[in-house]
């Protein structure tokens, strides 16, 4: 017997991406979007038939409200999985195929029904094409779970801790995503989250300044070499280049913070 499952959408101002990501759900029992925004986002989730739920509402997107909305959905579950797919992410044909195999066999004694999670690849959308290589390519979040399984503990400002309480299992196909489409949203981006990270760095001066120096090389290295950056091309340099400079940027402004 095929087993329920709920998609929840964590989204702030997303009116630009939210219906191309609900499209890809609406095979799900229930899509519901956790809306933090002021912008259209609501309306048009609403016209495509997903529960659109306001919660912790700010002027900013913030980590802290998506996580503490996520564990608002978990608590109030209905259905026997969640998937938690982002406002800027696409489910494939494969990869829902993929999950609703799982969802198929979970009657069966086999190994996949003792999992209770799925971690998920992600496919990056960078600068007109997906990327084959580097660091992104080798994500790996936790996306489909059982929601008594699972939730965010503690919430932090960054670096989401998902915690889940049994076996992980590893989906094929990827999810599409639609994060740093352009160089400059890139760089946006990471303006914003360098930000947020250095407040929660403790680290001495010299160890900051030694990664501030040293650490994006090597993190370019890592990306172009170790994960293959190259197949990519002048998009890997750029990108592998940006990843780098996204560590040059968090201790330069550690750095800031502590010596003021």
């Known amino acids: 017997m095929s087993k329920s499952i709920t998609a929840i959408i964590p989204a702030y101002n997303e ?4 219906e191309r990501c609900i499209k890809s759900l609406l095979w799900c029992d229930k899509v519901q979007v956790l809306w933090m925004g002021d912008d259209k986002t609501g309306k048009i989730a609403k016209n495509l038939g997903a529960d659109v739920i306001e919660l912790n509402k700010s002027t900013d997107p913030n980590f802290i409200s998506v996580q503490k909305n996520i ?5 109030h579950a209905t259905t026997d999985w969640m998937i938690r797919v982002d406002a800027d992410e696409v489910v494939t044909e494969e990869l829902k195929k993929e999950i609703m195999s799982i969802l198929n066999s979970q009657g069966s004694i086999s190994t996949e029904s003792s ?3 799925y971690g998920a690849p992600r496919s ?3 600068m007109g094409e997906f990327l084959k290589g580097g660091d992104w390519a080798y994500d790996r979040l936790v996306r489909l779970f059982k929601p008594k399984y699972a939730r965010f503990n503690p919430i932090v400002e960054v670096h989401e801790q ?4 049994g076996q992980i299992g ?5 999810l599409l995503h639609y994060s740093h489409p352009t160089l400059s949203d890139a760089i946006s981006k990471f303006n914003v989250y360098t930000t947020m990270e250095a407040k929660q760095l403790h680290e001495s001066y010299q160890t900051a300044f030694i990664k501030m120096i040293f650490q994006p090389a090597y993190v370019f290295a890592r990306w172009m070499i170790w994960h ?8 890997g340099v750029i990108a592998g280049f940006l990843r ?4 040059f940027l968090l201790y330069a402004k550690y750095l800031i913070l502590i010596t003021k």
Not at 15 to 18: E, V
Not at 71 to 75: E, G, L, P
Request: hydrophobic content about 35%; proline content about 3%; cysteine-free.
């Open 170 to 174: 590893y989906l094929k196909n990827p």
């Open 115 to 117: 999992l209770v999670a």
């Open 228 to 235: 293959k950056g190259y197949k990519d091309g002048t998009r």
């Open 162 to 165: 998902f915690k889940v309480d």
């Open 124 to 126: 990056q959308y960078f």
């Open 15 to 18: 009116d630009h991406n939210i």
């Open 71 to 75: 564990n608002w959905a978990i608590d």
């Open 244 to 247: 780098g400079f996204y560590d």
